[in-house]
């Protein structure tokens, strides 16, 4: 991975030297475990253990000897050899395989990765819990298809990325537990020289258990779910990344991602607060979904092995998990520094018309007004007209909506008659129901006299005071909301 | 393909039936090119097409006998044998194998699909074309990260997504060019039994030419080409349903998908008018992505051939071309319908305070106030701190932002207090500049004593009438799109 | 997905009247779930469920009025609500939202389609037991890197491919466990106008339980574990397929896919058996990729919800399980009737001249040369010296390969005096090394010297008797294959 | 890209160094067209020229910067900068976009990376011309589903090669010309402030010209043609990679991987020569099929630009050019030194016995054989059951066959039992058909009658000395290549 994209800590777990080290720890342990099944002396075991830790590896000498053997697991050895007397050779990696080391140390490696992974997505749980906590009463209009649904809390919105985001982890535990076995059977994985007892001794003393059915390697459709596990996160994260740039269109924008003082927004826009970061992230899920579709075109491979996985694992590995934990830590930042618009998620709702709680109103109308002999389907008709009266432009506006400029000098002068047109009063679906002032429109097949209908039966209805009580009472934060505490207390425990 | 997105010609193209009779034609075909090469006696061919003609093929037939031997060009065959008396048998199917069979055939049936997806796109093109001159005086804000941007005419973004398809349409006619290509080259492409004089002659028959160098069929990079190129088409749709979809967003639409007098756009919501056909045709891009990664995936196969492609085949083209075919009628459809709200264009116009010319606010100070000393990175400063100062909020709005509601109430109490908010005059850029506004902003790096000085020259610069001439003159449409005239012109050649 | 690939109860659960049915119960099921929580009388839903029952759903009238009104939810609930008299209309999908009524139906629909894979995939599982069992003492060369490796059985050969598919299997099931959850929490998930305690009671009878943190439908991050895992499990029965490919390429095949009496595998060429099965096998692997990868492509969408996962879902789901089940079932078929040939399993051992114990070898002379002042590089240079002996060509047969024929007749010429050669005697490792007859390569770069040294060394190692009892010993399949019985013990339970 | 499969060209063409000498030689191009167009006077052209020519870019400043203001493109200009008195700052980057530096430059940069896939393909068509022409007269058997087929030269198999790459070439070179395109028209594409004449200058010096619809950025549909281009070309060097790895399975190779002399197949195996670099080759197909799906996931974007596309185009050009070029030149590699072991090819003809002519048995059986009363599909059968009967082993080795060995000492016995089976005499198809020796097979569903019918009419038509001799020349290469000599002519236009 570029410099750009990646994150330290992953390049070590997967730099030259750490696999070395791996590779050296991995032949000390089979020595060890054959100490321990009595297969060897103690005394010969440390003899290699005191040479090899008192001369570190080579990592030129290594690569030299991998150009011309052209075997990167043989060269090691040849490189580890110069440091033992040749007695002590015949002890070295005897009767196992090169896959034989390098199973168990590439098991490690991704769960050291993995681990580092966890760190990152703990921290912004965190995070999304205290943006939880801290919003939960900040009223703003839920959105489906783009367009304005119920109201909700923000703090509900941050809920369901939560949630995303622990469903994603929850994919990724269960696939990282494959990471518990490896294998130590032999060049086709069928003990041909080696004691399975040995396999079982050394892999436990690394934590691991043995994976009966290996052939010459793991068979990879063990670590596959991994890599898609990890791609699928970057995915919720690009989702909530997505929601946060929709929220942040300028205009009237909800919430900002964070914006350093010094920081330029475009060479040639001065006044421009682009959200980089986030959009950077949908970069990073785009990678994400194609190293995953690397890693999982190598579960097919011929008979006992072939060694086309290598070169994808030594790539795409890596870079998969550099784009994971860039992705989390990214997205960790812009939250915890968020802008975040209250008056503009209340400014949204105003001129949003009392839509918000159309589905609340259609039900109560629905409870009431079957005794006025209206049927569901009416009920239905006279919300959407409501809904669409209360959006209908004034005459003015109209007129300006309908001229289609032939030129810019007319542009111009349309912006002017618009820039001087008086402000409109907001009107509501919560006052124009009560009122029954429905209107028939044009958008919707709906005809007057079934509008003189629908403003009878809500004249009759809304006569009484108990009724317009309650309806004024659907249109609260207080009874929309009202259900979101068991969000709360189902998924943060909280009451 | 399922009904609901399948299109009825492209069905009828990859049909049993169609497949078929093609399958018979290149038989007669075959046939009729040894009549030409003095192969064959007019008289045979004669007997055998009468024959053939007279008798209708029995899907029926074919199927029940592909399900005994398992090849279903035998199958045919077969089906076919049964109307030749014994001595015309030797004849049919001569020397060749299935795929000589099938190849040309397959090439016929891509071209005519790919000739609907021409006329799908001519019409989709057309009616981009009828946009963009309709609407080319009609102005709006740019978006670059979902910012408001400089400003433009609608009909030049149109533009833009003509370009796209046109530029997409290119890259089809390009590697549907390779469509011209078949082969009749025997069993392993190598004319074992096959004169390559009749391979040229059948294939120029039906308007093809051999393509030299075949295994036992076409290898398949040939037709790959042409899957992305569709693929990567509807990606374009997607794309441009995508920036509607944006610009649909509720709050200030500029635009609107069409909606049917008696469509619901929610059980739940009868407010909703859901653009979604649009969003239908982001799932018709993931899918073309996949079917055509499908194709992709069949480049590869074993020496002289193996027969993996074939199932791909049978269910990735005919739906990629129902994908690709519903995806350019579903956009044209809701193009030619489209609502366009040019008021409401307006507004977004006038309430980003004319940051859309920033950029030549920039321009034109930085020319200017190098003789007051100022250099570019100053000037720079000016413009962000101006943008950042016509959006400063009303104090009393202030508050509402930084208020933190703790419970329900207190959001019910903040929604009140914000609908009673005075309408806050709207400052722009083209005033608080000249008239030497600016002021320290929390947001940026930029000290008290710097604004002074910009002040001071701007105080200095502004004194002239010319100057304020000319700066307002930034501002306007005329000025501002000046130059779209040349991408009608290089584009559509229209002036 | 087409006929040729479809598997029926697939079909039929994604069926539109299997849908329909679906939606029914659903709707029922909040109704009898109001009822137990004493919100509706339970006199009201008989009536309701009664006259459902007693009036099937006409598909025709719910895709004539879907095509009105653009929603098929709505279309379906205006069918139903034909046999209702106007005052039931108010308790039928009451405060909920399309996806409320759509959700669980698609839950418990996957929940079949995964139990048709179980059962297929259990099938699977008992013929590769049951071969593994057949084959257990069937002996065979491994081949790595298709280039033959140590000696194993068939059966444990079987046992690898058994244990990718378990593992593929126990992947599947942890990802099925999400299907679990489903949500009943209205348009945005918030419960604006549903009582938490409905959907947990509604979902509690149908076996199912709340996901809290739904928007308007579940997020796709729970479903798309499912689709990898079936397209991992494709992959592992294309990896096995390939194996069987590669084992049947002709020449010497050790194993056939089964042949049908009357099956013609070429229409030119009579004699080909050609393993159209399995090459289609990697076909479905192919495309369950591609579909696997659409529904992955889902994971992100905007806000509390959009459409465009409907689209691919319609389509890749079912077409997954078609895919997948065909896969399963298929393999099965072609285990159940695969033709083996142990006798060309001999045949090849013989042939690959004891290379198949060339790591044993390698061991027990690093273990006694050690003595005579060898070390591991000397030892592997024997080995590796000693397999390019064994195979060296004859003088007479080296000609032929040296001969780059410049005409026809004289490939003819070779062909006949390659036919005449007279057949080699085949050479093995077990004794060539005893013998100590190395003989300097020209493809390795080993000195005379250095072949007299080895000569030498073996010489005096193989004057010992008991040397070269356990020198033969380790070319028996009872020592090469003595620890496989840990596989069948740990992977089968048996001894 | 990782060291291991970085070229270093590439490498160079990608690095920070040769990007922002690029980003330099464009703004310095800018000024330039502006001289030509009289928009600047020459002279402060050549003083920003000579000031920033003699003071070489500092990547560590510029990095520095890029880490303040988030920004790379500004922070480059701000570096140069430094070396500008304050006077000359207003006349760079002028009026224009970060993108309108960034594209030309990265434009010129794929030029340059495809110049030297260019180069790397032009070699390796090189070596398949010479390969073609060398092995024109080595016959081997053409393999279809992997089972032999028809008899082929070796040459004409490496002419399908050819071919194959030649026809990804031309689609490379088709998308490769979308790179004479670029755009310098300002932050939303429209010319705000930039004259398009400005442009079409600019671009003219660098050989480009003006991409009329563009937003800030040339829309991503310009490139992905290329990716994909590239990324199929890869596929078709993994195709050709893995014919030979199946011609080099061991047993009897037809063809190897150069070996060097120093090099170890296997740690634990020394008499492995393992087909790595094929198998590699194979790796980086499935990782130029992710880089090139990334890159094509970047066409959607959001209206007039975001910039997640970035980040995806930062990581996947530079990693699928390399993974390209080292395809190139691995296969080349391979080629050049490939061994290829005519004996073993003429050997697997002998042991086909006669079936790579059974399609032209099959067409002089139907030519003659009607006469005598058979049909199509009697003469088919014919030759199936003549196929079936070559291979039919003999009793002694059927008895091992069918024995399934019950342990290992059993199967020592049967692998000795094998060993000392003499040797079957290898009957041909060429043989069996004339002396009707046809007998019934327990596979087919051929009944004695039929085959006695068979037999008669065999006898009957081979009783002429001419038909004997024609019926022996159809199992000669001069007759069954006869027409290979047309693939050289179409394709190399060679004699």
Known sequence: MITRYADKRISRIFSDSAKVKLWQKMELTVLQAMVDLSMLDQEIYSKIETLWRSHSISIKWWKKRDQEIHHDLNAFLDERYRYLPLELHCYVHKNITSFDTEEAPFALSLKKAVAIVDDYCEELKATLIRM???????IMNGRTHGQEAEMQSFG?????????LETAKLALDNAGDNLKYSKLSGAIGKYGSIDPALEKQALLILGLQPYYGSTQIIPRIIYVPLAQALSNMVSVIDKIATDIRLSARSGRPLMQEPFKKKQKGSSAMPHKKNP???ENLEGMAKMATGFASMITSTIKTW???TIEQSSVERVAWPDLFHVTVRSLSILNKVLSGLRVYPDNMLEEIIQSRG??????????LKEHLTAHGLGNEDVYRIVQLAAFNVF???????EIRERISSSFSESLELLDKMRDLPQAKIVSLADIIPAARLEVNDDLDIAQTDVDKYNLALKKLFKSEEIRVQWNKLFTPAFLLRNEAVLYREILGVE
């Open 156 to 164: 509900a919105r941050v809920l369901t990325w939560f949630k995303d």
């Open 392 to 398: 209908k432009p004034t005459p003015e506006r109209m």
């Open 276 to 278: 980089i970061l986030l």
């Open 355 to 364: 839509v918000y709680a159309s589905s609340e109103a259609k039900e109560f």
């Open 132 to 138: 939880a906590l801290q919003y939960r009463y900040a």
């Open 303 to 305: 008979e006992e092995r």
